[in-house]
């Protein structure tokens, strides 16, 4: 691959620089007040978009004076962004929030000339909030390119660099996943969140929930500013243009889009978070499974501890499954050695996962002996054990690549459903919670009022064995009444009968 051209190496400096704009943006904002930081990042807004669009300024106008009002918006722009650091009045602060952007927005379009209509026509407003809010999203792939092909090994480099280049790539497409999963399981834990707050951060004090703020907050902001710029520079695209929403010469725009991975990039992004699962299921065997009271955070009952966070845990899974198919159909098949590490890796996502819905499986059943059982609880008690099955089919396909997973895949979804259908989840609703009641004396009555027939003959032997639940009668002879509405024979059905007959 040759070397690129001049503008590559520009839009290459360009996205690093949104970058740097981003990483200080948040440290402006995130956790402080707005005061002087709203006059430094404005500064630093239009030191990114004059690099941007450096040779896009100046020229003729297609409506008189549009330039010279562009540059005239720099007086009520800087006001307002010393008023953050002169003033305290909240309302002006918050008018301004909104106001100050859009002036920017504005600005940028006349001194681009991106819009054909003249500044005081309404269709000039609607050009920059479709260039502002709109066409980013458009150019959303365009950062991903620039990278992709910054990671491309070329002529004559070293393949250590070119390894350390698309280990870089693996760390940036990690980051993000790692921003959900160890927020997801930060909530779902206390002990987990715990000790993620205690881990400060090399510069001293940042700690690291809110070091994955931080970054967060910085990824999102570079990626705005550059899509922003990016769509200032290349206008709607004509037949035939280099750059519709990728740049010419990347690996997205010659021949057929590659859609795979590089295996030491995916490598990478199944090793980041293993290392978090790994240390999130060491937390699991000595906290949750090991039942150890007396390490608990101070004021926590174990019982408490535990019933937290199932459904965080099952969104964790998903993600997993997710990742799991993606490193199965998503991958590139390059050398033996890599794909031996893709596999084990996998492998151990896998292994961690059965670990969370185990996790999740026992918090969820000590949820429903605090609140008692419903339908919901129920359901996600089969989605959890689906969920568990689609991971045994998946580790069976990492190690054997002949095994078709679509077809292992719809045959248990369609054998999941067929036994839910015969759970007879209402039943199973009512007798569970008659022995709820036997073991606490609490009932939601109200609830089983709104199951079905099929529920008929737990509630009826609640009712006999506890006369004192008058409700419960109550309910009993609604339901059977309900039963027998509707007597003829092309209605029949087993659990109304049974009702009505009892």
Known sequence: MRDPAPWQKRYHRLLLLALTFGLFSQYMFVGHD????????????????????????????????????????????????????????????????VILPLMLLSQAVLLTRSSKQPWYRPGFYEDVIHLGFIKPLTYMTVPFSLVSEWI?????????????????????????VLVVVISLLASADSIFQSMLQSIPDLAGGLHAGEFVVRLLAALLIATYAFCYIWGLLFREPAAGSAFPSTVAGSPTTSGRPSLRLDPITAATLFISVNVVYL?????????????ADGLLPDGEAYAAYARKGFIELVLVAVINLALLLIGLHGVRREGKTVQLVIKTTLA??????????????????????????????????????????????????VWWSRFSLAKAYICAAVIAYVLMNYANLDARIAANNAERYEATGIIDLDYLATRSADATPALADLAARYPELEQARAILADMRQEASRDRAWQSWNWSKWRAAES
Request: charged content about 10%.
């Open 34 to 97: 707005a005061g002087i930081s709203v006059l430094l990042v404005v500064g630093g807004f239009y030191g990114l978009l004059f690099y941007g669009v450096k040779g896009r300024i100046g020229g003729l106008d297609q409506w008189r004076g549009q330039t010279r009002s562009g540059w005239l918006l720099f007086v009520p722009i800087s006001l307002l962004a010393i008023s953050y650091a002169v003033f305290a009045g909240e309302l002006f602060r918050a008018l301004n929030a």
């Open 152 to 176: 491309a090994a070329k002529e004559g480099e070293s393949s250590g660099r070119g390894s350390l280049r698309k280990i870089s790539l693996g760390l940036v497409i990690a980051s993000p």
């Open 279 to 291: 240390l999130f299921a060491a937390v699991q065997f000595t906290y949750l499974f090991g039942a």
């Open 348 to 397: 151990l996502i896998v292994g961690c996962t059965v670990v969370m819905l185990v996790s999740a499986y026992s918090r969820l059943a000590l949820y429903e002996e605090a609140y008692g059982y419903t339908l919901t609880r129920l359901l996600v008690h089969g989605f959890m054990l689906f969920l568990a099955v689609l991971l045994v089919i998946a580790i069976v396909r």
